[in-house]
């Protein structure tokens, strides 16, 4: 099946840092990529939509200057969390279309700690 | 806009037994359904999904679904569980113009 990566898997910053999380699909070509934010014990939170040349169209809540979204190709999306606090410790996942009927393929998530 | 339930925060049985995870519905228009495991620390897993087709669907880990449309439920099943099976489940929903939505995840625990 298609497989989607995330880099990386674990990283921890100080507080008023910017922390880069990668989405790439390996074998297959994403004109539409999701990111998801999931707090412990809670399910999955759709954070935006991401669309290969175009922008992001974020949640109702989602800071889109916090959270920046690039799709700058069809096999990489990336999410930068600006200014990270502790509060923006979660871990982050990204999915991947792949073809019709857009099956979305997941990555293995990024664990960000904020110091 | 689509959105799906499950009812049990945790279920609880022990090893050998069936095992059933809940999960109901709503779409307009025909639904997509998928189930999905994680692990603690780990991304989503796939185990099986529901597009058209046979109402029983059999996935991975000798794990099957029965999508019931009267009911509008997808609920998960196996007929023997294993202790390995211990993990949070995600049911999920989507049609064809929308993005995925989640279910709030249930605790699987089995018991030796």
């Known amino acids: 099946g298609a497989v989607v990566s995330q880099h990386p898997s674990r990283v921890i910053c100080k507080s008023g840092t910017s922390v880069k999380i990668e989405c790439r699909s390996l074998?297959?070509?994403?004109?539409?990529m999701f990111w998801y934010r999931q707090f412990p014990k809670q399910s999955l939170m759709l954070m935006a939509t991401?669309?290969?040349?175009?922008?992001?169209?974020?949640e109702q809540g989602v800071e889109k200057d916090k959270f920046l979204i690039n799709h700058a190709s069809l096999t990489l999306s990336t999410l930068t969390v600006t200014s990270a606090h502790p509060e923006d410790s979660s871990f982050y996942i990204c999915?991947?279309?792949?073809?019709?009927?857009?099956?979305?393929?997941f990555g293995p998530g990024t664990r960000l700690t904020v110091l | 806009a689509q959105s799906v339930a499950q009812p049990e925060d945790q279920v609880n049985v022990a090893e050998g037994n069936p095992l059933t995870v809940k999960c109901t519905y709503s779409?307009?228009?025909?639904?997509?359904l998928f189930w999905y495991v994680q692990y603690p620390n780990r991304g989503l897993q796939f185990l099986l999904k529901?597009?058209?087709?046979?109402?029983l669907v059999k996935g991975s880990y000798g794990f099957e679904a029965e999508f019931n449309k009267s009911q509008t439920s997808f609920h998960l099943k196996k007929p023997s569980a294993l202790v390995s099976d211990s993990a949070l489940y995600f049911c999920a929903v989507r049609d064809m113009l929308n993005d995925m939505r989640f279910g709030a995840g249930t605790r699987l625990t089995v018991k030796p």
């Open positions: 991401s669309n290969e040349g175009s922008k992001a169209t974020y």
């Open positions: 529901y597009i058209t087709g046979d109402n």
């Open positions: 779409v307009s228009g025909n639904p997509y």
């Open positions: 074998d297959f070509q994403a004109t539409t």
């Open positions: 999915s991947a279309v792949a073809g019709p009927p857009g099956e979305q393929f």
